[in-house]
């Protein structure tokens, strides 16, 4: 490895440790005993494969959690976190987590997840209107189209502003360039 | 306590009735977006309701809230700076927000108590909200509306004109009981707010097993793995079924798409889903064609015909 590269490697690491260290701070993660009551109450744990308890065990290792397909399965019902007897903010622990493997751009996004975040940048809305709500709506009796910022010219425009200066859709974008690029890499090996 | 004491007491709640008459109560309604675009039917019958129970609605230029599920996963900057810039509307005004749904109301409560509490948080929406030429202060409350309506079960039973009699199975939705800091005053693990309301229209409130358990769809999980999603449904319908419930009834349009859409997609399955606000209409006498109640997935024609048979037993 050139000089370089490993100055750039190192700092590479020292974000992730800042990251980790992060999330530990905001969502207490080190306090966790691995106990388990957080994946007895867990809806999503008892259909699927996701297991908060494994996921806090491995953040707190600062093990790469980018491409657990698991990490995506939780609903945020907030159970395990009402009820974690030593305190660890599991849901948010999970939420610091998924911005975490976004901003790695590794996750696979779904697709629906990708059209609502494009929705919501060009029409206000993750759910936009359809033309046969619209109808129905005139015929109950409420504006035909809703009073909102969809239906409004200037304020979609400074929420697009506003939007495309948090850059949302540019991390997705990125991530699935990133994803795009890593995929024919492995078809060439 | 001595005659007068009573008699000042007296006057003095009077004088407290006259002051809340003389304003009448304002929100600002969030209505969301599923509620608006995608079941007006809920976005009409809690117009309808508001406006009997004297509470004036007033309406702004609203985003998205932005949904917790997808959007705070993905950025959670985004989410709260989306979430304040909603927040702005309604404090131009100088009125509070009422939210329809648990996700608008996770959502704009989450967006004002990290923006509130955070000095950081604070710099950094406000540096965004600039370029659009907004700020925002921190002195908006966000409401869910079943807690205003539970404030005014009086006000409902006034209006009542149908006692209901339904056996109904009570969905609460995560975002609404969790996390508890949202309602220091309700025991998460076992509320009576909605059991409250809809009591109060004739209904019994059945009791069934994983009662406050999640519907399956938050989390980005409807939208990302929707297996998963219907896994969740398919055990909670189960649990409903058991029961003999006439309807769910639910106080959140995600919850209400998942269990309505979920179940015509389970095809195990077909419980009528009320809203809450469409409950209160079908008692205050409102005919659910005027309500658009056909937009459901799973018919509630069973409903209707029981609620026009109680009618008759009302007049």
Redesign the interface.
Known sequence: MSQEAAVEEKKKDEYELDEFQKIMDQSNILKCVQCGKCTAGC??G???RIRIRELIHLAHEGKDLKDAPEL????????C??RCPKGVDT?EAV??L??RA?RKGHHNF?D??V???TS?RDQ???????PE?EK??S????PRK?????H?EE?LK??Q???D????LD??KEAQAQKKEEEEGEEDE | MSEQQVTQEQNESQEQQVAQEQVPERFSLFPGCIAKNMYPSIEKSTRIVFEKIGIELLDHKYSCCPAPGVFRGYDRNTHMTLGVRNLVMANQDGVDVLTICNGCYGSLWEANHMFKKSKENQEFVNKMLEKIGLSYDGSTEVYHFADILHKHLDDIKANKEIDLGLKVAIHYGCHYLRPSEKHPDINPEAPHIVEDIVEALGCESLEFKNKLSCCGAGGGVWSGAEDVALKILDDKMNKIEEVGADCVVNICPFCHLQLDQGQAKLKTHKVPVLHLSELIGLAFGVRPKHLAMHTHMVSTRDIEKKVKKAKKESD
């Open positions: 809806p999503a008892r259909e699927s995506w399965y939780c609903t945020t019902c907030y159970n976190q009402e849901t939420i610091f998924r911005n976004v779904p629906l997840h059209t609502a975040i919501l206000g809305d993750g759910f936009p209107l359809s709500v129905i709506r015929v109950i009796g409420l809703p009073i909102d910022l969809a409004d304020f400074d929420f502003k506003l939007i200066e948090l850059g949302i991390l997705v």
